[in-house]
């Protein structure tokens, strides 16, 4: 979807800042579909991604206020909804177990060469095995491989340690693997 020019997002923005009804559908419904793929990759199904979503776009108007109109829009949104994501694990960290904090993995072990598996499936077959991971699992891997977050930076925002980023993250890969080859063997 083509960004928005910087008069037409300066006039939704104003509009929602000032409580106007029509502005937030306007924003909500040209926004919606990429931010649900966004809050889609750190959900188990299509329920709780309409949960992170919803609980992003109320990020969104409470924030909106923040937004000083440098750098893409579309950035800054993405943003918020990774961060209600975390959120969202963050407080039901005790629910969901969602760190393994005494685990550590080598750099090396999640450092393979068997990219080639990937290229077999279609990114609909790959988002549906993200979206088996445990909760711990997809939200590290999500915030490493698609978002570009450093484990430093992971550890930080999700208060864990370094060493368990990268384990959660070597664990991820490690399963995405196994139901990657499970589907290709299934499909020959």
């Not at 077959?125 to 430093?152: C, D, W």
């Amino acid at each position: 979807m083509e960004e928005l020019d910087k008069s037409a997002i300066k006039k939704i923005v104003k509009g929602c800042i000032k409580g106007d009804r029509n502005m937030q559908k306007v924003l909500y419904e040209r926004y919606y579909s990429t931010m649900m793929s966004v809050c889609y990759r750190y959900a188990k199904d299509r329920d709780e991604a309409k949960d992170l979503l919803h609980d992003g776009f109320m990020k969104i108007f409470k924030n909106l206020h923040k937004y000083n109109f440098s750098g893409s829009f579309e950035g800054w949104l993405r943003r918020l909804m990774i961060n209600a994501s975390i959120d969202h694990y963050r407080k039901n960290k005790n629910i969901f177990s969602l760190f393994d904090a005494n685990t550590e993995v080598a750099a090396s072990e999640y450092e393979s060469n068997d990219e080639d598996i990937y290229s077999s499936f279609n990114t609909q077959m790959i988002l549906e095995a993200v979206q088996n991971l445990s909760p711990a699992y997809r939200t590290v891997f999500n915030l490493y491989a698609v978002e570009g977050y450093s484990h430093k930076e992971i550890a930080e925002k999700l208060n864990i340690n370094i060493g368990t980023s990268k384990s959660n993250f070597a664990k991820a890969r490690m399963n995405l693997k196994k139901q990657l080859e499970k589907k290709l063997n299934v499909q020959r």
